[in-house]
Structures are given as structure tokens and as C-alpha cells.
């Protein structure tokens, strides 16, 4: 994945578990233009090129469980090493949404 991979990264099924509970939150780090083709039902779209990603994420809870996802994975890893790098310590990588796209 780009230099990204690390042992943050899940399996779909991980995501699919997190879309259901509610200490996680599945982030869609994509534009608003791939979004338009689809995305996780429950997921939260914070476009992480488009600027606003750290200011939205000043607002996250800490306490929460973080999986994020993009279009090949390069984009949430790199949005994933910054969430932890301003302390957020359960973050993970969940890669490219063509692989969580059957869910």
C-alpha cells in the first residue's frame, strides 16, 4: 500500500463490524467526486485532499476506534499516521474501498 503497511491495517470484516458499533467510526477519506460513485453505508466522508480533514478531525472522539479507507489505500494511510501522530491511539488502515465495496 504505498509504504503504508502496517500492522494497523484490517480486514473487511473488521470494517463491517465497526459500521455496527458504536465506539467505531469507518472514514471515507476520498473526494466528493469518487464518493459519488458509492461508499459504505455508515461511513463518514472526510475528504482528506480536499483541506478540511484536520479540522474535522479536531472534533473526533479519542476514545473511539478509527478504521479509514480511500481509494487504494495511500491517502487513509497517510490520514492514519497523522490521526496518530495528534494522539488518537486506535486507528486503522482498512485500504482500498474496492475491497470493502461488497459490504
Request: charged share 20%; glycine share 12%; proline share 2%.
Amino acid at each position: 500500500m504505498f509504504g503504508f503497511k502496517s500492522k494497523s491495517e484490517c480486514s473487511p470484516q473488521d470494517v463491517q463490524f465497526a459500521l455496527k458499533d458504536a465506539h467505531c467510526e469507518v472514514i471515507d477519506c476520498r473526494t466528493p467526486g469518487e464518493v459519488k460513485s458509492g461508499s459504505l453505508s455508515g461511513a463518514r466522508v472526510v475528504d482528506w485532499l480536499g483541506g478540511g480533514f484536520q479540522s474535522s478531525v479536531a472534533s473526533f472522539d479519542k476514545s473511539k476506534t478509527y478504521y479509514l479507507f480511500c481509494r487504494s489505500g495511500n491517502r487513509s494511510g497517510m490520514a492514519a499516521k497523522w490521526m496518530k501522530e495528534q494522539g488518537f491511539q486506535k486507528v486503522h488502515n482498512a485500504g482500498a474501498y474496492s475491497r470493502l465495496s461488497g459490504l
